[in-house]
């Protein structure tokens, strides 16, 4: 990814409050057996024994939305990157008490995931409420950038989906600025409502919940990837 405008390195904390013994136990015997490999290549088979389509959820949180995802789509396979270890531990938790088998995590940097995964290959790319970086001066740290969207562009097949929420008023008009001005991706809205009502296969996340309790509006973009234009 070699893009002027975005600048690739992970902001913000690593680590929040410390472990409890049985969260501390999910990350030393669950993640490992969860955890994408990084030395072997990343294909549908090698993680899920199958040829199933594959989703990916860009910081994931609290880990809410890639679990109910993936609860209720079994048949489908879930990768979740996320480099803030008490959100991973609370992905495991979830992952635990559903009993998923059907997701795998990474404790880090999502592009460098996404780099790895083939050309074509993902059916939905989620990113939901990324870290807003509302100051112009650091709108080359933001998500929706030529660079990462470039990234999700050759990893979607044609046809994918590319889900994006916000409740920040200066990204919503950044992005969809930004996306507007991209040839490869169509936006799926007809009438106001569809963006402004959270659709129902578009389960809640924590940041989302505090911002509805803060009285804030939240936005649902979905952008169909049509063809692998250059932009
Ligand atoms: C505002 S939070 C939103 C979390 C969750 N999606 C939600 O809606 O509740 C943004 C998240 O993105 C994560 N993040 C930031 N940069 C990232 C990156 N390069 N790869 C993966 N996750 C990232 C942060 O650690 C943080 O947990």
């Known amino acids: 990814m070699n893009d002027p405008t975005t600048i690739r390195r992970l902001y913000g904390r690593r680590q929040g409050h410390k472990l409890r013994a049985g969260q501390a136990a999910l990350v030393e015997d669950l993640l490992p057996r969860l955890q994408v490999p990084d030395d072997r290549p990343l294909e549908t088979r090698a993680l899920f024994g199958d040829d199933r389509p594959l989703e990916f959820e860009i910081g994931f949180g609290a880990g809410e939305h890639l679990a109910a995802q ?40 999502a592009l460098t995931v996404l780099e790895r995964l ?70 799926q809205a007809r009438t106001a409502t569809d963006f402004l009502t959270r659709p129902a296969d578009w389960p809640e996340t924590r940041y989302e919940r505090k911002a509805r309790r803060q009285g804030h509006e939240v936005w649902y973009f979905r952008y169909r990837l049509d063809a692998k234009t250059a932009c």
């Open 118 to 187: 083939p050309d074509d290959s993902l059916d939905r790319v989620y990113l939901l409420h990324p870290d807003p970086w509302p100051k112009a001066r650091h709108a080359k740290r933001r998500m929706v950038n030529p660079g990462p969207l470039d990234l999700i562009a050759a990893k979607l097949k044609p046809g994918g989906e590319f889900r994006l929420g916000t409740d920040d008023p200066t990204y919503c008009r950044w992005s969809m600025m930004v996306m507007n001005g991209r040839a490869d991706f169509v936006w």
């Open 70 to 109: 993936a609860e209720a789509r079994p048949d489908r396979g879930f990768i979740g990157c996320e480099p803030f270890l008490n959100g991973v531990v609370g992905a495991l938790g979830h992952i635990r008490d559903r009993g998923l088998n059907n997701v795998r995590l990474h404790m880090g940097d």
